[in-house]
């Protein structure tokens, strides 16, 4: 059974670019949710979506968004990035909304914004 | 506000030592509690779902127990492969959503 697959693993960006990162639930698994790793601020929650809809948010601003498809898959876009945006942005999925059930995680994607 | 907080920060133990990880929250609504291990540059993986005070769980050398306002995960005899961030997440009812809080994690490095 495959995982989760996010891509790719690395981005390297310019401030003011926009990025946008992929992620691929376990299949079957319609839950994704969206986190942010930094060594500062740990893991912070972004967002989760369930069948296509976002259920739940973090406090992050409005340059942070994502969307999930009709098959799960998820992307999330970050626009107008500044410095602080490096990070290692990991994605989970679950069968259940919420984490309602152990999430699983992708590798994630390392971006560097310079 | 909903906290979880572990400690140490970092935890060094020689091949074999046992020892005991701390994760203690302070969250209204809790709907479980999960334990994950997460290595350099990888994304964390799944040890344990906690639900109730007074559960336990286990794999392999670690163990993982729950009370109403923390949780332990205890590693036994520990061997080099077991160096790794250990997180712990809190599944919360936050403003009327469920969400995981997460912990900033425990560093342990296990010397040969």
């Known amino acids: 059974k495959a995982g989760v697959t996010q891509t790719p693993r690395y981005l390297i960006k310019t401030r003011g670019q926009q990025v946008t990162l992929s992620c691929s639930p376990i299949s079957g698994h319609r839950s994704v949710s969206w986190y942010q790793q930094t060594p500062g601020q740990g893991l912070q929650f972004l967002f989760e979506y369930f069948s296509e809809t976002q259920r739940n948010k973090g406090n992050f601003p409005g340059r942070f968004s994502g969307r999930q498809f009709s098959n799960s898959r998820s992307e999330m876009n970050v626009s107008t990035l500044e410095l602080g945006d490096s990070a290692l942005y990991l994605c989970?999925?679950?069968?259940?909304?919420?984490?309602?059930?152990?999430?699983?995680f992708g590798q994630g994607t390392r971006l560097t914004v310079v | 506000e909903d906290q979880v907080t572990q400690s140490p920060e970092a935890l060094r133990l020689q091949e074999g030592e046992s020892s005991s990880l701390n994760c203690s929250y302070t969250v209204s609504g809790l709907r479980g509690l999960f334990w994950y291990r997460q290595d350099p540059g990888k994304g964390p993986e799944f040890l344990f779902t906690l639900y109730s005070a007074g559960e336990e769980k286990e794999k392999e050398r670690l163990k993982a127990t729950l009370t109403k306002k923390e949780s332990f995960l205890h590693i036994t005899a520990p061997k080099p492969e077991d160096s790794a961030t250990y997180l712990c997440?809190?599944?919360?009812?936050?403003?009327?959503?469920?969400?995981?809080?997460f912990g900033q994690g425990t560093r342990l490095t296990i010397n040969p």
């Open positions: 997440a809190v599944q919360a009812v936050i403003q009327g959503a469920q969400k995981l809080v």
């Open positions: 989970a999925s679950s069968s259940k909304p919420s984490g309602t059930l152990e999430a699983f």
